[in-house]
T-cell receptor
Framework: DAKTTQPPSMDCAEGRAANLPCNHSTISGNEYVYWYRQIHSQGPQYIIHGLKNNETNEMASLIITEDRKSSTLILPHATLRDTAVYYCIVRAFNMEYGNKLVFGAGTILRVKS | NAGVTQTPKFRILKIGQSMTLQCTQDMNHNYMYWYRQDPGMGLKLIYYSVGAGITDKGEVPNGYNVSRSTTEDFPLRLELAAPSQTSVYFC???????????????FGPGTRLTVL
């Protein structure tokens, strides 16, 4: 699996966009980029995923560079409830063993009022 | 749908005791996973299952056992508890289908286990 590199922490003002970067320079052609987040003491929550096109859902947008070596998760209007650890995970789905996620340390996002 | 439920929420064990962490999902998912999370760390995979009757080891299986007799349930058994097993345990499930909605994992609320 491709390794990912994320900054250990970031701050964001409430109401502003939060842009969380992730480097995955060794990503393979069949590997997806997933983003999960973990709010304190809770189980991780799926946010979004993508292969090579930019993606948007009700929670966030995912921008993947053309060479797929990096991506950015965008929370368009961050709120205090978005304070969490954000994990960028690169993984190819395999029917034999499913989608075993490998969680790194992630980025601690602190949204401040 | 309740999603993924885990019991108990909290437990304190003495060294050498045994217990079973329960996990149930009502989404008819084929794939189920057990992770542990130590303080300040990311999650590590203990065991996983791709369907009823099929289980396999993850990164950190030592000291644990699992079974999968039904699609819904995936209990994790701790035999001879040790202080190193003090952690938060998360169960997750996924549908296991490829395509656009590729195998999103849904996590339970976790079980906080302390071994003294």
């Amino acid at each position: 699996d491709a390794k990912t590199t994320q900054p250990p922490s970031m701050d964001c003002a409430e109401g502003r966009a939060a842009n969380l970067p992730c480097n995955h320079s060794t990503i393979s052609g069949n590997e997806y980029v997933y983003w999960y987040r973990q709010i304190h003491s809770q189980g991780p929550q799926y946010i979004i995923h993508g292969l090579k096109n930019n993606e948007t859902n009700e929670m966030a947008s995912l921008i993947i560079t053309e060479d797929r070596k990096s991506s950015t998760l965008i929370l368009p209007h961050a709120t205090l409830r978005d304070t969490a650890v954000y994990y960028c995970i690169v993984r190819a789905f395999n029917m034999e063993y499913g989608n075993k996620l490998v969680f790194g340390a992630g980025t601690i996002l602190r949204v401040k009022s | 749908n309740a999603g993924v439920t885990q019991t108990p929420k909290f437990r304190i064990l003495k060294i050498g005791q045994s217990m079973t962490l329960q996990c149930t999902q009502d989404m008819n998912h084929n794939y189920m996973y057990w992770y542990r999370q130590d303080p300040g760390m990311g999650l590590k995979l203990i065991y996983y299952s791709v369907g009823a009757g099929i289980t396999d080891k993850g990164e950190v299986p030592n000291g644990y056992n699992v079974s999968r007799s039904t699609t819904e349930d995936f209990p994790l058994r701790l035999e001879l508890a040790a202080p190193s097993q003090t952690s938060v345990y998360f169960c997750a499930s996924s549908s296991g289908t490829s395509g656009r909605h590729t195998d999103t994992q849904y996590f339970g609320p976790g079980t906080r286990l302390t071994v003294l």
